[in-house]
Structure formats: C-alpha cells, structure tokens
T-cell receptor, first 115, second 113 residues
Framework: NAGVTQTPKFRVLKTGQSMTLLCAQD?????MYWYRQDPGMGLRLIHY???????AKGEVPDGYNVSRLKKQNFLLGLESAAPSQTSVYFC??????????????FGNGTRLTVT | KNEVEQSPQNLTAQEGEFITINCSYS?????LHWLQQHPGGGIVSLFM???GKKKHGRLIATINIQEKHSSLHITASHPRDSAVYIC???????????????FGKGTLLTVNP
C-alpha cells in the first residue's frame, strides 16, 4: 500500500498563478484533510472532507478551494497564489473506526513557494 | 479553543540518554496524538491515547487526564531519533458542534553520537 501520496513535492509559483495539489489515499478512508505548516506555528487545518462529495472549511480556508469527487482523492486549489501562501502543505486521512479516534496518516508534504 | 503547549521547544541530548517531551492542553480532550516529523520529511503517527500509557519499542507515551498533561519518553536515545515531535489534541468544540484537532508547535530533538 502506498498510504497517502501527495503531488507535487515542490512547486514555485508567481503571484497570481493558480495550481492544484493532489492527495491520493489507498486505505479507503472516509476523512481527508489539508493542513499547512509554517515556521513557529502548529499545523493548521485549511479544509477537510468527511466523505466523497463533501467538503468543509477549516481554520484558515481563505484563498483555497477543495474538491472530493472521488473517495480516494482530495484536491486543494489555489486560484490566485499570494506570497502569504508560501508554506508546506500536508494532506492526511483517517478511517471512521475507533469511535472517532482513529490515527491520522499523513502524506510527505508539498513545499510551495510563491514569489 | 484548546491551547496546546509543548516543552521544551528544543532539546539536545547525547546518544543513550533518556528523553522526555511534555505536552499540556487547556480543555478536556477525547484523544491525544504524538507525531514524528524528520527534517524535510513527512509526518508519522507514533501514538494515539486517551488514558494511561502506551509503549512501542523505546518510545513510551503517558497521559494524565486530570492534569491535562502528556509526556513522550524515549529510552536509550539514538541519533536516528532526531526529529520534530508534535503533540495534537482532539476535543469537542461546543461552539462549532464538532470535533477539532489542535497541534502543538513541536519539539526539535537532536541526539548527538
């Protein structure tokens, strides 16, 4: 099993450009999440999904959109990139088992730089 | 909102030493996660616990629900243990009527040979 796979691993954008980050998981997990990690701060939730076709806003959703058309994929889009979106982005997934306390599985991250 | 504080922020140890990393939180939780992140790498879940103690190899995680505190211990530390260790707490957010997960800022551990 590959687990959680993020593409691309690195990307440099110019201000105003758009891009999509892809997260794919092969564990049949219902829940998927997008986080950003910035120096000196804990991981912060951007958007999340509790199942195919559903998405919800997290703590820092502005400037991002998401889609979950297939259960295994969760896409994060930046329509008009800004330097403030320079960060490392992590995707994570988990199952619905364990009474809601199932462990998180993370991807290896995407390092995005916006100039 | 649940405030999560980790200490220390940075920790340097010699190979073989016993390591303790602490995590405190402000609001009652349903579960606490300990995660490991190697430099430039992904994030791996080490433990998830809601009470008591868990052990995996040289790693031990404990939690005291009454004191809202958890510790991660590493016995016989090794340079390959060098990483950032992150605490995260899952709790019911009554204002938003759902569960939330709040992450600490992490503890950077360096183990020298």
């Amino acid at each position: 099993n590959a687990g959680v796979t993020q593409t691309p691993k690195f990307r440099v954008l110019k201000t105003g450009q758009s891009m999509t980050l892809l997260c794919a998981q092969d564990m049949n997990h219902e829940y998927m999440y997008w986080y950003r990690q910035d120096p000196g701060m804990g991981l912060r939730l951007i958007h999340y999904s509790v199942g195919e076709g559903t998405t919800a806003k997290g703590e820092v959703p502005d400037g991002y959109n998401v889609s979950r058309l297939k259960k295994q994929n969760f896409l994060l889009g930046l329509e008009s990139a800004a330097p403030s979106q320079t960060s490392v982005y992590f995707c994570a997934s988990r199952s619905t088992g364990g009474g809601g306390n199932s462990p998180l599985h993370f991807g290896n991250g995407t390092r995005l730089t916006v100039t | 909102k649940n405030e999560v504080e980790q200490s220390p922020q940075n920790l340097t140890a010699q190979e073989g030493e016993f390591i303790t990393i602490n995590c405190s939180y402000s609001v009652g939780i349903s579960a606490l996660h300990w995660l490991q992140q190697h430099p430039g790498g992904g994030i791996v879940s080490l433990f998830m616990l809601s009470s008591g103690k868990k052990k995996h190899g040289r790693l031990i995680a404990t939690i005291n629900i009454q004191e809202k505190h958890s510790s991660l211990h590493i016995t016989a530390s090794h340079p390959r243990d060098s990483a950032v260790y992150i605490c995260a707490v899952r709790y019911w957010d009554s204002g938003g009527s759902n569960y939330k997960l709040t992450f600490g800022k992490g503890t950077l551990l360096t183990v020298n040979p």
